[in-house]
């Protein structure tokens, strides 16, 4: 039976399968290839397991026939310039079932990737059978927005068009992550915007509005490649994590992606003894805190988000002993680890992905508070800074608090929660100092009016000197956890002992299905 001829209806079907493959279209991908970029197609491949990508409407085309011909569509607007179906991504860590997700990809070397009026249609039905399936969901967002060009439909305006509403309702529901490489504007933009997480190529250009767009509105020409360069668009906070090519942004997107599919075997583990020397001595000094977080993590599995936005405020995903976590922490590097405007919205937002997705958060305290000063408060700090106030109240996963050096105000409360008793544990190491507000500041207040009395400067320092060091000694952790209010004092060395011991019982009964919250772009 295997000699028969084909039958015609099959022939046609092959032919036709073959004009959507990038074989079948050597011109367009050589193209691609010149401009130093893979093809939707390649990147798809690399991302999912074999074998395992199940296509809708793969013979769509441009709703374009009142201008062009029927052949020349098939031919160079396969998919109608959007690839999506259903895969498995990452199996082989987490099985067929938890790695069931959704992906798409607008195809630049269709119309520039521009959105179509099938490749609308095309995302409703993905998006619908996303949140019916709860599909974890990549979606490669490059491309030049909306498509004028589309003839076949009667419209206006096509405001009513319902895939945007639906890809934003999607949040809080299933993870989502936006990659882009190249020029990424308008409805593309807008994908990427709503997604939780975005990877972008260090050759990106990001902008709600195209070139044409710009010029249409009367602000001048502006290449392509200047609208929103990752330049701009990394340390403005778009952008979660940069990446050289697009081989790195599928291997981070996998990586991003396993955060929420589940844990996975314990990986190895540094010197945990390291921790005891890794934070100075001297309360003024600054250190870097992300080698404390890659040494209490396995070793391998952190990712740093939004590195270049408010970078006073470190944002990580991460695993310890196998389980995924969220990581906030205060660099002391920047603003003395100070929570400025910015550093609450990033912190805050975080907070809600984590919530939102069923991911433990481990906070990392050295916090002399919230900035203070004119110059902060003209950025609606008080709004700002109460976001993560908000956020840590709204946690419905646990919380596990170290303090490494100091806690203080406002501040220290907003990365714990709100209070020291709010997380499932909060601890310090030896030589942390904990306050109502930075000591010096709140001995010049306690103090006023003695202080006022002494008419000699020199004295009237060495008074307030005295006086610090006396509060220093009072504000040491362990006078903190004489009177209970923090859980306990630790080796630094155990703290990862601590952090898995205290999850593994947080987790052990996973509480009953809470109403779902949507996560902020911002």
Known sequence: MGDEPLRDDHAELLRRRALTEDAGRPDAVAKRHAAGARTARENLADLVDEGSFVEYGRFAIAAQRHRRDLADLIARTPADGLIAGTARINGDLFGEAASACAVLSYDYTVLAGTQGALGHRKKDRLFELIERMRLPTVFFAEGGGGRPGDTDYPVVSALDARAFKLWA?????????????????AGNAVIAGCADLIVATADTSIGMGGPAMIAGGGLGDVPPDEVGPISMQEPNGVVDVVVPDEAEAVAVTKRLL????????????????RLRTMVPERARRAYQVQP?????????????????????????????????VGVIANNTMVMA????????????????????????????????????????????????????????????????????????????????????????????????????????????????????????AAEREERVRQATAAAQENAKA????????????????????????????????APGAAHRRFVDTW
């Open 169 to 185: 309702a999607l949040s809080g529901l299933v993870p989502r992550i936006a990659v882009v490489r190249g020029r990424c504007f």
């Open 258 to 273: 396993g955060y929420f599919q589940g844990a996975t075997a314990p990986g190895p583990v540094a010197d945990q003894n």
């Open 292 to 324: 404390i977080i890659e040494t209490l993590a396995d070793t391998g599995s952190v990712t740093m988000l939004r590195p270049r936005f408010a970078p006073e405020m470190v944002t990580a995903l991460a695993r310890i002993d196998g389980r995924a």
């Open 337 to 456: 680890g100070a929570i400025t405007a910015r550093a609450a919205d990033k912190a805050a937002r975080f907070l809600q992905l984590c919530n939102a997705f069923g991911l433990p958060v481990i906070s990392l305290v050295d916090c002399p508070g919230y900035m203070v000063g004119p110059a902060a408060e003209s950025e609606a700090l008080v709004r700002r800074a109460s976001r993560m106030l908000v956020a840590g109240a709204a946690l419905d996963v646990p919380l596990v608090a170290v303090v490494l050096r100091r806690g203080y105000g406002l501040g220290a409360q907003a990365m714990v929660g709100g209070s020291m008793h709010e997380p499932a544990l909060t601890v310090a190491w030896p030589g942390a100092h904990l306050g109502p507000m930075g000591l010096e500041g709140a001995v010049r207040l306690g103090l006023r009016k003695e202080l006022d009395a002494i008419a000699d």
């Open 478 to 509: 362990l006078n903190a956890a004489a009177l209970f209010e923090i859980d306990d004092v630790i080796d630094p060395a155990q703290t990862r002992e601590f952090i898995v011991n205290t999850l593994a019982a947080a987790c052990a009964h």
